[in-house]
């Protein structure tokens, strides 16, 4: 199916063939979504190109046949799934496969996104809420992990680490590590299990996740690992230089008060520490992300912002509402006024891309105070 693409002279009818392509993707990715979300897909995919009926379909995953005929349908007019009307069989080429497993998660994003849908749009109004509560986006945590997954699989220790190799010696021979944002501590429980010289400690905001993560970390075994619920914008007294390492990882651009956790991050970081903050891969400036070839990206990044990251960073009220579209530029802009040293910029080369903003804490700098009062 080809893409409409825009012209320098583009008409009405080169415009509503656009916007029409465009809605019926929106319409494909539900079903893309459903199938992914019931594991159809893992079905299909474990039978090859073994052509199937919709019944021996919904026999071989166990549900109900009429619903798994209506996704069929509307997969084969999508052209995910082939569809052979004398045998009233399905099934999905193998060449297709491969990208399903890779990209077709990112689909369900989409239903986990608009379950915030309406309250998003009261937002809109002048007399509206400020925000939207996390609480709106039931399983979008979920989803994230998954899609942040291949990262942490296959390159976190294998090619994010060791690119920082002065910070690769010092959690062989033993330092203190922060993730601010940690969710279930997946991340830190690798970092305790490959260093075990070196002790990590997470914190995420979310009380559910933090249980998850002790209960996961006490089935493992490990000691060298430990996870609070605590508020990045204000840590507590005592941490104070207690850190050689903290990672935000696509955590900064959702805080509702960025420059205060940015300053945090600064005092409870030893002087001469390493800063890894890790976030979208665009710029500050609409014109500059509109120049950008992954188009797609770019998209899928400002509606992920409009959509959950601008609304919950501004439930408080008065938070700041950065966005997932905050860019290189600010990023940088900001960290330097919180007194970082921004060493380098890197692209992470995931799936889900990001950037690797590699800082430092300046040796003689002065710990920064808590917004609260607390040292």
């Known amino acids: 199916m080809a893409v409409p693409t825009i012209t320098g002279h583009e008409t009405s009818k080169d415009f509503a063939a656009r916007l029409s392509h465009q809605i019926n993707g929106g319409m494909a990715c539900l079903g893309i979504a459903m199938g992914m979300e019931t594991g159809l897909f893992d079905v299909m995919m474990s039978i090859g190109e073994n052509r199937k009926t919709s019944q021996e379909i919904a026999d071989l995953a166990n549900m109900k046949e009429r619903y798994v005929r209506e996704w069929l349908g509307c997969m084969a007019v999508a052209d995910i799934v082939n569809f052979d009307p004398e045998q009233d069989t399905y099934w999905i080429p193998a060449h297709r496969v491969g990208t399903l ?41 979920q989803v994230l992990d998954k899609l942040h997954d291949p990262f942490f699989r296959d390159q976190f220790l294998q090619e994010f680490i060791p690119s920082m190799p002065h910070l690769n010696q010092q959690l062989i021979k033993g330092i203190t590590v922060l993730e601010v944002g940690c969710c279930e501590g997946g991340s830190c429980r690798m970092l305790a299990t490959q260093f075990p010289n070196s002790y990590v400690y997470g914190i995420d905001i979310c009380p559910n996740f933090i249980e998850q993560a002790r209960e996961k970390t006490t089935r493992e075994g490990l000691s060298n690992v430990q996870f609070a619920s605590e508020d990045v914008s204000c840590m507590p007294a005592e941490w104070t230089w207690k850190f050689d390492y903290v990672f935000v990882y696509f955590v900064l651009h959702d805080v509702s008060y960025p420059y205060k956790a940015l ?52 439930y408080p009220g008065d938070g700041t509402g950065l966005g997932a579209m905050w860019g290189r530029e600010k990023a940088q802009e900001m960290l330097k006024q919180e ?37």
Not at 300 to 305: N, P
Not at 352 to 372: A, F, I, T
């Open 339 to 375: 007194d970082f040293e921004v060493v380098s910029v890197s692209s992470t080369r995931s799936h889900l891309n990001g950037l690797h903003y590699l800082c430092k804490k300046p040796l003689s700098e002065n710990n920064n105070v808590c917004s609260n009062g607390f040292a």
């Open 101 to 141: 497993t890779q990209s077709g998660l990112l689909s369900v994003a989409i239903p986990c996104l608009s379950s915030g849908f309406f309250d998003v749009a009261e937002c809109f109004k002048k007399d509206g809420p400020a925000g939207v509560s996390m609480d709106k986006y039931p399983n979008f945590d």
């Open 263 to 314: 300053r945090e991050i600064h005092r409870v970081l030893k002087p001469g520490g390493t800063l890894s903050v890790v976030d979208t891969v665009t710029h500050t400036k609409l014109e500059d992300n509109l120049k950008d070839a992954d188009r797609a990206y770019v998209l899928t990044q400002y509606t992920m912002s409009l959509m959950n990251c601008l609304p919950v960073s501004l």
